[in-house]
């Protein structure tokens, strides 16, 4: 049986379903300097790039659920939309970088950053290495909200696959992970919830004034673990935080509810499925 392949297959989308989706930019576009490439393929209620792009070239419109559009034409390529995007989904493409080279902007959340000049792993959608690059830019204003941006040198003959960088300081092959540096207690005004912006404070509010113990206790709360990702980022710090108050281990702290359905459903789906059942009795 032929294996099937795309986001909900891999976690990642195909290009095919990203031309579908959101389009791509011709090479004349290309030509032309950098430019911003949209790989949000899922339907999903979200639309903070539309809001971010200063020239109004993202348009996401209604519903809610459209993958996002941007008009080529109308986009400078700046970037604002990169650090904006809750699922990391937005890229800068230039491939007038220089003759041989191309450059890609991409969203990059873990420690350490890299530095300027560093020679890293360039990685595809899937995380497999593609070839080496050369960091060229590291981003990371108050505006980016904790989401900094790197521009990384590749090969021109890759930019179309590459897509971000190793994580450094990894473990050897073998070798156990071992932690960069202490975790300590994260501050009262550190994001914990990306998608409803919930701070580490107001989840140890929840705790210590509303007696909450669980995480869907804070979750009513507070609403963290409500939004886009449904809990999936957020749930885990979400239980650190109520260990630390607490005093209770890990494993004795009860996780959230989760809650069909996994995806936005429209009540038009709804009632054409229900349509179905019935003539099927």
């Not at 989401?147 to 960088?165: F, G, L, S, W, Y």
């Not at 669980?214 to 710090?237: H, P, Y």
């Amino acid at each position: 049986m032929e294996k099937k392949s795309g986001v909900i297959y891999d976690g990642y989308p195909t290009m095919e379903e990203i031309k579908a989706a959101n389009g791509w930019p011709t090479e004349e576009r290309f030509a032309q300097g950098p430019v911003a490439i949209a790989e949000c393929v899922q339907e999903i209620p979200c639309n903070p790039c539309e809001g971010a792009c200063p020239f109004h070239a993202i348009t996401v419109g209604e519903p809610i659920t459209n993958t996002p559009q941007i008009d080529r034409g109308k986009c400078t390529g700046c970037g604002m939309c990169v650090a904006a995007c809750s699922g990391l989904a937005i890229f800068v493409v230039d491939k007038t970088y220089s003759e041989t080279e191309a450059t890609i902007s991409f969203p990059f959340e873990y420690l350490p950053l890299p530095e300027k000049g560093d020679v890293v792993d360039a990685l595809s959608r899937g995380g497999e290495f593609v070839c080496k690059g050369t960091v060229v830019r590291v981003m990371n204003p108050v505006r980016n909200d904790h989401t900094p941006v790197i521009t990384m040198a590749v090969p021109k003959e890759h930019i179309d696959e590459v897509r971000t960088m190793r994580r450094l300081r990894l473990p050897e092959p073998g070798k156990g992970f071992e932690r960069i540096e202490p975790e300590g207690v994260l501050d009262d005004d550190v994001i914990v919830c990306r998608c409803e912006e919930i701070t580490a404070g107001e989840i140890r509010k929840a705790i210590r004034e509303y007696k909450a113990t669980s995480v869907t206790e804070i979750k009513r709360r507070v609403r963290a673990g409500m939004g886009l990702c449904q809990g999936r980022t957020c749930g885990k710090l979400v239980s650190r935080i109520l260990a630390e108050e607490t005093g209770k281990r890990a494993d004795e702290i009860t996780g959230s509810t989760d809650r069909p359905p996994v995806r936005p459903v429209t009540f038009g789906e709804l009632a054409e499925d229900g349509k179905e059942a019935c003539d099927h009795e």
